[in-house]
């Protein structure tokens, strides 16, 4: 017994108890991000990731397995929705972009395991395959369990969930860290019953906004919760999990017209993600409640996008008017995309047309538009501009406006796409 444990044991209450360092399971510079999420992957952890289906669960227990790889750490995967070759496909997109010698280094050291058998029987597979000498797979750094709910196990599956537990705690026994993959609910909770939250030492919890992942933590035995998003990027070409650099709330504008009497009318937004485990709420001063409501409800049918209890601030009334002008929806819906999305809109962008619930942008008066181009030629609006109209409209511009681009819109992501042109899926 050395000097700190035998101070310890002549002592009372908890000064009489060994204090227990956690060692941590090393993750390469490219995942550096993670780990100071985390504080520390610890060796022998129970870690879960929750979230819906295919927004990146997987993508990042990968990617933890594989950093481990390369480093010539072996990981045990277990599969219950996809298969090996899959996974491997999945794999070889993560590295694509590494060497020759770190790709096979880290794939070698990353077992497949498609699992077709009772939950029941993960303790046993753990003790003959992982932990015996004469194990397969003896040596392992880290088990992913991909998923829990794979097998279509129900909520009130009790006695299925306690193996996953003993499965885990005996992981955790021999220093073996484990990584459950888990769904969510529609409402957006945890899949499973409560007891899988106490059984496990770190919740990741990730939501989708398109290319972002944010990821909350509610529960961490390591270190502090994060219950604030904490934004990550998905590459386009890689799929790879990255720290994005937009983690405060934006405020976002974008500019319109209302005729000679209001050249530059600016909408205002902010969006953002509220604590895990609050409710949204909308703040917007004087706006009708219900418009505001439809508006997001249009926006949340673009692909890839969860407004769902999100926070928004709009501000886009015209001084001395108490009322909302619905011309002002599809700039009011770019403001709150531009926010929601952290990428500014170009201040020489101009956008007119009301929205309708299945995103067609409808027309606006002629007149309207007859306005605008006045309201250029003399100078009111200084070019180079960029407007964004309803595609009946765009005719009406007559050419030789120099600087002038005017693009047509049918539907809102035609709005969103030619502003930000990066967004469109390839």
Not at 35 to 54: N, S
Not at 76 to 92: G, I, P
Not at 202 to 229: D, E, H, Q, S
Request: hydrophobic share 40%; proline share 6%.
């Amino acid at each position: 017994m050395d000097q700190e444990q035998t101070s310890a044991a002549s002592e009372k209450g908890l000064l009489g108890v060994e204090s227990v360092k956690h060692e941590g399971l090393a993750l390469s510079g490219r995942l550096r991000w993670f780990r100071d999420i985390v504080t520390e992957f610890v060796r022998g952890g129970v870690y879960l990731i929750a979230g819906e289906p295919g927004i990146g669960k997987s993508t990042l227990a990968l990617q933890i397995a594989l950093d481990l790889g390369s480093q010539g750490k072996k990981s045990v995967y277990l599969l219950t929705e996809q298969s090996a070759a899959e996974l491997k496909n999945r794999a070889m997109l993560l590295l694509s972009e590494a060497d020759l010698k770190t790709r096979e280094r880290a794939m070698r050291n990353v077992e497949p395991e498609e699992w077709r058998y009772e939950t029941s029987q993960l303790p046993a597979f753990l003790t003959h395959n992982v932990i015996s000498s004469t194990g397969k797979y003896k040596g392992a750094s880290l088990i992913v369990l991909d998923s829990i709910q794979g097998q279509g196990m129900p909520s009130a599956a009790t006695k299925q969930y306690n193996h996953i537990y003993e499965f885990c705690r005996s992981a955790k026994a021999e220093g073996i860290t484990t990584l459950l993959v888990g769904h969510v609910t529609k409402r957006g909770g945890i899949a499973g019953p409560k007891t899988l939250e106490h059984n496990v030492d770190c919740i990741l919890y990730m939501r989708r906004a398109l290319t972002y992942r944010p990821l909350f933590v509610p529960k961490n035995r390591f270190g502090p919760a994060r219950f604030k998003p904490i934004p990550l990027e998905m590459d386009s070409s890689t799929t790879e999990l990255k720290l994005s650099p937009h983690s405060e709330t934006v405020s976002s504008v974008a500019r319109s017209f209302l005729g000679k009497n209001y050249p530059n009318v600016e909408t205002q937004a902010a969006v953002s993600l509220p604590r895990y485990g609050e409710r949204g709420q909308i703040t917007a001063p004087g706006l009708p409640k219900k418009e505001i409501e439809q508006l997001l409800s249009c926006i949340s049918q673009l692909e890839d996008i969860d407004i769902e209890d999100l926070s928004f601030t709009i501000q886009c009334r015209l001084p001395g008017e108490l009322t909302f002008r619905r011309i002002l929806g599809l700039p009011l819906a770019m403001a709150l995309l531009s926010s929601y999305l952290q990428k500014e809109i170009p201040p020489h962008h101009i956008y007119i047309g009301e929205l309708d619930l299945q995103r067609r942008v409808r027309d606006v008066p002629d007149a309207l538009v007859e306005e605008l181009q006045e309201a250029i030629e003399a100078g009111l609006l200084q070019p180079p501009l960029r407007i964004f109209c309803p595609e009946m409209n765009a005719w009406i511009f007559r050419e030789g406006l120099d600087a002038v681009t005017v693009v047509g819109c049918d539907r809102l992501e035609d709005a969103v796409y030619n502003t930000w042109p990066e967004l469109k899926k390839r």
